[in-house]
């Protein structure tokens, strides 16, 4: 059939196989992009969800023993750091006011534990007394925030199914676009290279 074609068939089959590929590459070079936006929002979901985990586990350990350890609490301080790059200030602010709190039941606890003796003042002692009455008002803070801490972060870790699901996909497209590229290229050699397909077929059309 080819070498029935003359020179000017042969052309447009050589334009028109250029278009067809030239058609899938920009479908997998735009498929690919949307792969890599949703990628990045998987990666940030992940990220996020390491900053929650750590605020829950804080808020576990602190609220089921009722106290803070200082090993506990500088794990927590350097989890939340990239936080204020990854939330919102709303999240960002309430994850300070988590360390406030943890750093002021922390002084509870220890003022607390101190005997009551004769060489304090007055004043001292009624100050004492003072922080170790606030035991109860943090200690119950803080189981609150068992319940209260996951409604701080749902808006931002929503899109894992959605991420997700539209993730592969579209690989799954991608696939099939690199597969039908691969298709196209086998059945239509005048396009790999065409130029010097073109050249051979036109030898044989004169040699005809």
């Known amino acids: 059939m080819l070498l029935s074609m003359n020179a000017d068939q042969l052309q ?6 250029k278009i067809v590929v030239a058609a899938l590459a920009a479908v997998i070079a735009w498929r ?11 990666d940030l979901f992940e ?4 900053i929650y ?3 829950q586990h804080f808020a576990n350990h602190v609220a089921g023993r009722q106290i803070v350890d200082e090993p506990e609490l500088q794990t927590f301080r350097e989890a939340i750091q990239p936080a204020r790059w990854l939330f919102d200030e709303r999240v960002w602010e309430y994850l300070l006011l988590m360390h406030g709190k943890a750093i002021e039941f922390q002084h509870c606890i220890y003022v607390r534990s101190l005997p ?3 060489e304090a003042s007055k004043i001292e002692q009624d100050r004492r007394d003072k922080i170790a009455n606030d035991f109860y ?5 803080w189981l609150n925030q068992l319940e209260d801490l996951p409604a701080q972060f749902a808006e931002h870790l929503r899109i894992q199914s959605g991420v997700i699901h539209s ?5 799954a497209a991608t696939q099939r676009a690199r597969a039908t590229n691969v298709k196209a290229n ?3 050699e005048w396009g790999r290279p065409r130029s010097t397909l073109v050249h051979r077929l036109k030898h044989w059309i004169r040699k005809e």
């Not at 008002?137 to 803070?141: C, D, F, N, V, Y």
Request: glycine share 0%; net charge positive; no cysteine.
């Open 167 to 171: 993730l592969q996909l579209r690989l």
């Open 186 to 188: 086998r059945i239509s």
């Open 32 to 42: 690919q992009v949307s792969i890599a936006h949703a990628k990045l929002k998987f």
């Open 53 to 55: 985990l750590a605020a």
């Open 116 to 118: 009551r003796t004769s």
């Open 12 to 17: 447009e089959i050589d334009v028109l196989a």
């Open 137 to 141: 008002p943090l200690a119950s803070w």
């Open 47 to 50: 990220r996020r969800e390491k």
